[in-house]
């Protein structure tokens, strides 16, 4: 729901894959990603199948669980500012990819012809706002020591996609330099590799009726080929959804009767309680008072779209000094 490029990309790829790996398999040379063809025989239409199916079949799999993770983003953004960072990632790391052989080549004396073929640059250039603007939320445990959070398992794919090849790792360092790169707000690439409005109008019309999905009711429905254990346990995380959801309105309410703010007193005991002999009767002057820690509308934003009014991520903003993990943190436990 709402995200029809990231279905897209999940679709047409993958079915251009296992067709090619299962019927196709003469076909699978004008999408590999070949640079010498590239540099001397100036196959430059290479950079465009070669970068964009995958031939591995592995690859396949795990970048196409990446997207469907990453698909927050269009969600987020919306698909013409997802669409413009794929096209600037996907671009850039075509010249890093060029640069990190040359000077693979030239430091180490290794001649790289060839690299994975698929859409993995840009794939990679998500990590970076994904550790960036994702919160990190605690789940468990292991052992006591090992955290587990929401974002464990993308890691561990990506860490899986990382070592399923040979010289993948120059895409994935591609991949994340492009990423670093389009999200700097000194370089400016965001404002120049974009996608225009009215190409982004003309693929709303077309394709986008294609892969848009309706939005999903409020019942799930357990699947009928399950066994039991999974049947139960999907029960179980629906019952504890419906708690969890039910919890966070109720704590709404009350936060809405109480003035729409948070109630700090159960952190940090009221100033005025704290008696001191030497500044009982003196109140503290404006110059004393600290200024108030400024606080980033962008996270804001973040934390609105999360489902809290706007005076509650203040306060939360505010008194975690501006960490978003902490702030959201708290937001879900109070």
């Known amino acids: 729901d709402k995200a029809p490029l990231s279905k897209s990309l999940l679709l047409v790829p993958s079915a ?16 590999a990603y ?5 540099k001397e025989d100036f196959q430059i239409w290479r950079l465009v199948c070669g970068r964009t199916i995958c031939l591995d079949l592995k690859d396949t799999f795990c970048s196409s669980l990446l997207i469907y993770n990453f698909r927050i983003f269009e969600r987020r953004y919306g698909s013409r500012k997802f669409s413009s960072f794929l096209l600037g990632a996907w671009m850039l790391s075509a010249l890093f990819d060029l ?18 073929s698929g859409f993995l640059g840009p794939v990679f250039a998500l990590f970076v706002p994904f550790y960036s603007s994702i919160p990190r939320v605690q789940v468990t445990q292991v052992l ?25 790792w120059i895409l994935a360092l591609s991949g994340l330099i492009s990423g670093i790169c389009y999200n700097s ?23 986008e009726p294609l892969f848009s999905s309706a939005e999903p009711t409020n019942e799930v429905r357990v699947g009928m080929g ?16 419906q708690i969890m959801m039910s919890q966070v309105a109720q704590m709404r309410r009350q936060r809405q009767q109480q003035g729409g703010m948070i109630n700090w007193n159960r952190l940090f005991p009221p ?16 110059q004393g008072i600290p200024p108030p820690t400024e606080v980033s509308e962008e996270q804001v934003a973040r934390l609105m779209e999360m ?16 960490d978003l993990n902490v702030a959201t943190n708290f937001l879900l436990q109070h």
Request: glycine share 4%; with cysteine.
């Open 144 to 168: 006591g020591h090992f955290s587990i959070t929401n974002k464990s398992l993308v890691y561990i794919l990506g860490l899986q996609l990382l070592t399923s090849g040979s010289y993948i």
């Open 185 to 207: 707000s000194i370089l400016k690439v965001h404002q120049i590799l974009c996608v225009p409005r009215w190409v982004a109008k003309i693929f709303s019309w077309t394709l």
């Open 271 to 286: 100033l005025r309680h704290r008696h001191n002999a030497n500044y009982q009767d003196h109140r503290p002057s404006e």
């Open 34 to 38: 070949n640079l010498q063809a590239v």
């Open 307 to 322: 489902g809290f009014s706007r005076g509650d991520a203040l306060e939360a903003l505010r008194a975690s000094n501006n």
């Open 99 to 116: 640069l990190l052989v040359e000077i693979t080549q030239y430091i180490f004396g290794i001649t790289i012809n060839s690299l994975p």
């Open 16 to 31: 251009i894959s296992i067709l090619l790996a299962l019927l196709f398999q003469h076909y699978q040379k004008f999408f």
């Open 226 to 241: 399950a066994t039991v254990d999974i049947q139960r346990q999907q029960r179980m995380e629906l019952l504890d959804r």
